[in-house]
């Protein structure tokens, strides 16, 4: 579990092929690794990763074919910068966010604005997303916990203060970029609740035991 407040900026040091799966190198920079053993979870540009290799400046993690399908990891290479953070403990601070490190789905930054000293984001989310966007609310954009100031549709604003610019990836955002995009986890929790008993029904073509006992299928 983590609060989506980044603690460093990394780099991608080594992507090598496993076959459909990949291993990744990154050079955590600033992040303190003196906690970290083996089996640890960091998230890194908002994706949970277990920690299978410790390098002395970064960690080494594999992602699966589930995860290069689900982020914008298939298209990182060496040299790309990533946000950091360390899962968090008991003690601390809830400064953003609960953030599981899944990823929902990809955004696609669609315009960038200077307003003031900040800097207007406006993200264009995969419609099946758009039901959990709400203004005010929070989205974890890259592993960064922010608030959405703005919804138009499958569209969200982001408002990004100074300090979050220079402490993260954010800052060199552009037109046309695609981010790790993953929705408020209390959001995904009640759509789940409200369903009630349906919640049970297979979502397969909308097939359920009643409809094969109906057609004949179940004696």
Known sequence: MFTGIIEAVGEIKAVTSK??????????????LADVKLGDSIA???VCLTVVSLTGNGYVADLSAETLNRTAFAHYEPGQ?????KAMLPT???????VSG?????????????SGRAIEFWLEAPASLAKYLAEKGSVTVDGISLTINAVDGARFKLT????TSSETTIQHYHAGQVVNMEVDV???????????????????????????AESGFLK
Do not use: C
Not at 19 to 32: A, E, F, K, M, P
Not at 92 to 98: M, S
Not at 186 to 212: C, D, F, H, P, W
């Open 19 to 32: 076959g459909q799966d990949i291993s990744l190198t990154v050079d955590s920079r600033g992040l303190d």
């Open 44 to 46: 890194t540009n908002g």
């Open 81 to 85: 910068k990533v946000n950091l953070e």
């Open 92 to 98: 601390t601070r809830f400064g953003g966010h609960i």
């Open 102 to 114: 899944h990823v929902d789905g990809l955004a696609t930054v669609a315009s960038r604005e200077q």
């Open 160 to 163: 990004i203060v100074p300090h």
């Open 186 to 212: 209390i959001a995904r929790y009640l759509e789940r609740l409200v369903l009630g008993e349906k919640a049970s029904q297979s979502a397969q073509n909308g097939l359920t035991m009643a409809k094969l």
